[in-house]
């Protein structure tokens, strides 16, 4: 059995590329461990899963960044998403928001799965289709979900594990807080480093 590394972008494991000698490419199969780059968002990430996901897997690790609601947390930390959710999926009905399983249409809510010990600090993440940016749109996030972290692909690596029963990690470092966009207040550089060191130890030791 293999484990599945799952990441949007190549620059979010560019240092994991590196270490492993891989050759460039969206999917790439080694002896311990396939990469997989399904590009941004839940709908690439969920085809891209379509197309090579399946029980030759035990684990699939979905690495990346994210930006992070709760300012005690430092830039750069990464964290163990241990449950994630779909936070647009659903509708509006006047003011109230009625999530995809309040409509009966199926869950919006999904939880890691493993048997691995992590090591790192549990968070609550929810997967987005459009970044929060306005301060209107972080305090509804914030009453409604109380997440800790914010990531655009999180929750559909969740959704596919879960179709397959097959076990599931979500580990992001925190690049950014989320507020109104101003990247000149990003991390990305340390954030992505911190990531791939993680990465690095991760996989090589399971190999």
């Known amino acids: 059995m293999k484990t599945l590394v799952v990441a949007a972008t190549k620059a979010e494991l560019t240092f994991f590329y ?8 969206d999917f790439i ?10 590009g941004v968002g839940m709908v690439a990430t969920a ?5 090579h996901l399946s029980h030759k897997y035990d684990l699939v690790v979905n690495f990346g960044i994210a930006g992070a609601f709760d300012r005690n947390i430092a830039l750069g930390t990464v964290l163990n998403i241990s449950e994630d ?38 968070a609550k993440g929810i997967t987005m289709n459009c970044v929060t940016g306005s301060e209107k749109s972080i305090q509804n996030l914030i009453e409604r979900l109380n997440p800790t972290t914010e990531s655009m692909e999180g929750a559909a690596v969740f ?45 090589g030791e399971m190999n």
């Open 18 to 25: 590196q270490h492993f000698n891989l050759p460039e490419g």
């Open 85 to 122: 959710t779909f936070a647009e999926l659903g509708a509006e009905n006047g003011d109230e928001f009625l999530t995809i399983t309040d409509l009966g249409f199926g869950e919006n809510h999904y939880t890691a799965k493993t048997q691995r010990k992590v090591g790192l600090p549990l």
């Open 159 to 203: 959704y596919a594990a879960k179709q397959l029963n097959i076990d599931c990690l979500q580990i992001r470092s925190v690049s950014n807080y989320v507020e109104p966009r101003n990247k000149d207040n990003w991390k990305i550089g340390p954030a992505i480093k911190n990531l791939n060191d993680w990465a690095i130890s991760f996989i």
């Open 47 to 51: 085809f891209a899963l379509g197309k």
């Open 29 to 38: 199969e080694s002896k311990n461990f396939d990469l997989l780059i399904t």
